[in-house]
């Protein structure tokens, strides 16, 4: 059997991130996907990914997404890929909304460029977007979207430079723990690690089930959706990418990158699948189109043009839409990343530096106390 220092399981997102940091550094690493990352079957495609730093989930999470970006900035110098566009992203809701009021205070409490607006400000500087009266917005200048497809391709090619071995197309069966190593289990061969990173997204459940462990990590399915769109309005060059937080729902988009048109997602929602079984049709449930343009009819009616594109992908949620990041209680050797709700990717530089750190060592420069496991046993004992 081949032994490595660290095994990651499932070379996606974070994965794949963390397999770059581990390489960089001479660890003998071994990277395992059922797929070829970068690519359409988890939950990282679709070409674009907003990146915020004042953070409306939380303020906690600006310093990860700050140091994210630096991350991205360096991944861009390193392998000569644009991996981000400075689009800036507004965030717009009813102007008491608390998503819109954390963002402020993130703002405030880090020092972040903010530009507080009204909606005639907003429809004055962007004609496309019309606002009601009672709501408010934000611009981020400084933040803007990266490139899913690119961002993994750029850690993969450096990670096999380091010398990283990638396993594609080989499905991780199982785990076993033997005495201080792991023994992971494949649909071709077994592999022995010292270490071992859980990084599989959707299919984390199962895996972490065959550990003996249950986190309650809710696999979902999303539909994103492109739109024809007047390009004078919603080009790259002079619009943001957004998100509203409304009172019964939530949204968030990107400006036309290259003609492509008007790219919106609804980010609540959506119907909880086992990832084996995902219906990957677009269109399959009239929500999938019909949520998206009802938004864009009533906020950017110049963006609601033909249906151009749709796909289907994948989050992962937990409860309380925070993260996993965790050592296994009772397998110190097994690092956990896991529950990413929809709201991961971004952080991904960043989440693979946490990683590899607590693979090689006790702990990590990142605070990572909200996304412990310990939270939800917390939760359930009340
Ligand atoms: C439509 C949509 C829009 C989003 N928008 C944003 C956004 O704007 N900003 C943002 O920050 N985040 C966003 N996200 C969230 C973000 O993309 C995810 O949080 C992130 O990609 C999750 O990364 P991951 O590594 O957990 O999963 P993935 O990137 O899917 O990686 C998991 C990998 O594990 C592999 N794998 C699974 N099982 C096995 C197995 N048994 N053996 C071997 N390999 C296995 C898979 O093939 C896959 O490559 C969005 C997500 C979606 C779906």
């Known amino acids: 059997m081949q032994h490595f220092d660290v095994i990651i399981v499932g070379a996606g997102s974070m994965g794949m991130s963390a397999g770059y940091y581990l390489a960089k550094q001479g660890v003998n690493t071994l990277l395992i996907d059922a797929h070829d990352p970068p690519h359409t079957m988890g939950s990282h495609h679709g070409d674009t990914r907003i990146i915020r730093h004042a953070y409306g989930e939380g303020k906690q999470y600006v310093p990860l997404a700050l140091r994210a970006q630096e991350l991205w900035r360096q991944l861009e110098n390193a392998s000569g890929a644009a991996l981000f566009a400075q689009t800036g992203v507004l965030t717009a809701g009813q102007s008491d909304c608390q998503f819109l009021q954390e963002v402020r205070e993130s703002a405030e409490r880090y020092s972040l460029p903010l530009e507080v607006l009204s909606p005639k400000e907003v429809s004055t500087r962007w004609s496309g977007i019309q606002l009601p009266d009672d709501f408010s917005a934000c ?6 979207v990266l490139f899913p497809e690119k961002c993994i391709k750029a850690y993969r090619d450096l990670a ?6 990638l396993l594609t197309g080989t499905r991780v069966t199982g785990l076993l ?4 190593e792991v023994i992971v289990q494949t649909n071709s061969e077994n592999y022995r690690a010292q270490k071992v990173l859980l990084s599989a997204g959707a299919w984390n459940p199962s895996l972490l089930a065959s550990l003996g462990l249950s986190v309650p990590l809710v696999p979902t399915r999303k539909t ?16 943001p990418a957004f998100i509203f937080d409304l009172d019964d729902s939530s949204f ?8 492509t048109g008007v790219k919106i997602g609804r980010h609540d929602g959506g ?3 086992h990832p084996d079984q995902l219906d990957r049709t677009f269109g399959t449930f009239l929500s999938d189109e019909g949520d998206v343009r009802s938004f864009l009819e009533t906020y950017m009616p110049q963006a609601a043009g033909p249906l151009r594109d749709g796909r289907v992908c994948m989050y992962t949620m937990t409860p309380d839409e925070h993260f996993v990041i965790d050592r296994h209680p009772d397998c110190p050797q097994i690092i956990i990343a896991a529950g990413f709700s929809g709201h991961g990717f971004k952080f991904a530089s960043a989440v693979g530096e946490a990683t590899s750190q607590l693979l090689l060592n006790e702990t990590t420069v990142h605070d990572l106390s909200m996304f412990s496991l310990s939270r939800f046993s917390e939760q359930s004992q009340g």
């Open 252 to 259: 968030y988009g990107f400006p036309s990158f290259d003609r």
């Open 139 to 144: 611009l981020e200048p400084a933040s803007g």
């Open 224 to 239: 994103v959706a492109w739109f024809g769109a007047d390009e004078s309005l919603y080009s790259s060059e002079r619009f």
């Open 271 to 273: 119907q909880t699948i």
């Open 160 to 165: 096999i430079a380091s010398g990283a071995k």
């Open 177 to 180: 723990t033997e005495g201080d």
